[in-house]
């Protein structure tokens, strides 16, 4: 996501390394400046190697003087602590989700809502501009105490069912799914189905031993959570995706000499930028497109009365978010238009 790195991203969540795992930079030299980074992903994943590569650039940039220090895996606490990490001065960046913490970032998590981004890796290019434009006038109150290096979505997600074919709403009643966002969780629940919150490293277990029926997550879940053999069937319902955020300490950075910030603010890049990076991540990942394959889901196809019916129930909730927000002093009808706006306009 970030300026010529190449492959990154994923959905998701991790579990921790210990801190015997750590990978730590080399001794600082006398002059350098210690950049603690949380990623609460695990060290090989795409996001956390992309991550690393970036802050590396700005190591090799500077001849030394930042010296990022990773600490992958959750090791730093777990992932709803991520963004308070950085507030607080604990972490100096921190790479979090906003979907952890329910309510804490409610314009961000509109993002979340049903068919706002369009299908396939095209989505998460379009979740990354849409984010990036919205920033400055509506999300970066949310973020307070911390500066935005950027704002990133997954790609939209489907319904994975570990046996049954799910060809309509009716089919949902019942069924146990890993829910990835509370916005998803209230929507299964609404149309009869047992959202299950359960971290997404634990999503294989728990299919293998069938305590749940399936996970909603985009290609990319089931690639890195390897999936492949335990979920049999793919139904384009829903859409939502999961937003992240990577973010630093705000007096850190101000702290910073200008052309150290410089260096910083020349990886990030703007929205535009940021999103055609998303797009190389989430659509020419060969090792994913050939585990994808090798998985051989069955990619069920909504007849045309079975996806209106699907998206005419997600108007429904999505008003009553809305509505929500509105209650509560906050412009959500106005971000929500915008959104769609955007949407329409990235997707061409």
């Not at 015997?20 to 603690?36: F, H, R, Y």
């Not at 999300?139 to 570990?162: M, N, Q, V």
Request: no cysteine; net charge neutral.
């Amino acid at each position: 996501m970030y300026k010529n790195f190449g492959r990154y991203l994923m959905t998701g969540f991790a579990v921790a390394a210990m801190a015997t795992g750590l990978s730590v930079a080399s001794a600082p030299a006398q002059d350098s400046i210690e950049l603690k980074v949380a990623i609460f992903t695990p060290e090989p994943a795409p996001d956390a190697k992309m991550i690393t590569r970036m802050l590396k650039d700005w190591e090799e940039k500077s001849g030394g003087r930042l010296k990022p220090v990773f600490f992958y895996g959750s090791s730093m606490g777990p992932l709803p602590r991520h963004h308070d990490l950085v507030r607080k001065g604990v972490a100096d960046i921190a790479f979090f989700q906003h979907g952890v913490t329910p309510g804490r970032f409610p314009l961000t998590e509109l993002v979340h809502l049903p068919y706002v981004l369009p299908a396939g890796p095209k989505g998460a290019e379009v979740g990354a501009r849409i984010l990036g434009d919205l920033r400055a006038d509506y999300l970066a109150k949310e973020h307070e105490g911390t500066k935005i290096l950027w704002l990133a979505t997954t790609e939209p997600a489907y319904i994975y069912d570990s046996s049954k074919v799910i060809a309509n709403v009716g089919d949902l009643k019942g069924r146990r799914y890993r829910a990835p966002t509370p916005t998803v969780a209230t929507m299964l629940k609404e149309l009869g189905a047992n959202p299950i919150g359960l971290p997404a490293p634990l999503m294989a277990e728990s299919l293998q031993k069938g305590t749940i029926d399936g996970v909603i997550t985009d290609p990319n879940g089931v690639f890195t959570f390897k999936l492949g053999g335990l979920v049999k069937n793919e139904t384009p319902m829903f859409l939502a995706v999961l937003s992240f955020g990577l973010v630093m300490n705000e007096d850190k950075y101000n702290s910073l000499p200008d052309d150290l910030k410089k260096i910083i603010d020349d990886s990030v890049g703007d929205g535009a930028q940021f999103g055609a990076r998303a797009m190389e991540v989430w659509g020419k990942v060969a090792a994913r497109e050939d585990y994808l394959a090798k998985a051989d889901i069955n990619k069920v196809a909504l007849d045309p009365a079975a996806d209106k019916e699907m998206r005419d129930l997600s108007e429904k909730f999505i008003e009553k978010t809305l509505a929500d927000l509105e209650a509560k002093g906050l412009p959500g009808r106005e971000v929500y238009a915008k959104m769609k706006a955007m949407s329409a306009e990235y997707s061409k």
